[in-house]
């Protein structure tokens, strides 16, 4: 069974940093990309990131490109997501998902998300 | 960047009826678009990829078709169960972009 565990979220000031992490156990993890996606309170889907099953290649919003940066550790098979410089804007759920293969396939499994508050 | 563009942003229909909603793209995406079910507090579920292939699990009252730039989904007889938001997804082109939702309520 596929199963995709969001942790790090929480409430964080202005300006502040945050790591967030999407432990993934029940699949070959190298085999494929990996993306974050996020949802403002109310809001739609907002695609933040991707990143390549290999990790060689890695796409980000390119309005959040200065600030968060996705990796992943296949020792642990953990994707990341760094995010700095956090804004109010930034508040949302942020979901981990898995690619059905290369970054341009669809997002075929979810885990349940982490809330990031960003406020004073 | 490829804007994606859903309608209706919402629409009211009677269990049992026959439900569509469409997607359409600022250029080709040839099939790269995808359809996602959320309903509230949840993550989203996929529905359909590749425009009209279905994923395993979900009720064959779903289908998508389309290819370029328009798209659909079609619910053939909805259920109550039915009545959340849908999303469409391109993944031809980074930055991959989500439709705005549509919000699918029973009468």
């Known amino acids: 069974e596929v199963k995709l565990l969001e942790s790090g979220g929480g409430l964080v000031q202005p300006g502040g940093s945050l790591r967030l992490s999407c432990e993934t156990s029940?699949?070959?993890?190298?085999?494929?990309?990996m993306t974050w996606v996020r949802q403002a309170p109310g809001k739609g889907l907002e695609w933040v990131a991707v990143?390549?099953?290999?990790?060689?290649?890695?796409y980000h919003a390119a309005s959040l490109r200065r600030r968060f940066t996705i990796s992943r550790d296949k020792s642990k098979n953990t994707v990341s997501l760094q995010m700095n410089g956090l804004r109010a804007e930034d508040t949302a759920v942020y979901y981990c998902?898995?690619?059905?293969?290369?970054?341009?396939?669809?997002?075929?499994?979810w885990g349940q998300g982490t809330l990031v508050t960003v406020s004073s | 960047d490829i804007q994606m563009t859903q309608s209706p942003s919402s629409l009211s229909a009677y269990v049992g009826d026959r439900v569509t909603i469409t997607c359409r793209a600022t250029?080709?995406?040839?099939?790269?678009l995808s359809w996602y079910q959320q309903k509230a507090g949840k993550a989203p579920k996929l529905l359909i990829y590749?425009?009209?292939s279905l994923q395993s699990g979900v009720p064959s009252r779903f289908s998508g078709s389309g290819s370029g730039t328009d798209f659909t989904l079609t619910i053939s007889s909805l259920q109550p169960e039915d009545s959340t938001t849908y999303y469409c997804?391109?993944?031809?082109?980074?930055?991959?972009?989500f439709g705005a939702g549509t919000k699918v309520e029973i009468k």
């Open positions: 998902a898995r690619s059905r293969g290369s970054e341009h396939e669809a997002l075929d499994s």
């Open positions: 029940g699949f070959t993890f190298s085999s494929y990309a």
């Open positions: 990143i390549s099953g290999s990790g060689g290649s890695r």
């Open positions: 250029e080709s995406i040839g099939s790269h």
């Open positions: 590749a425009a009209s």
């Open positions: 997804q391109q993944s031809f082109s980074m930055p991959l972009t």
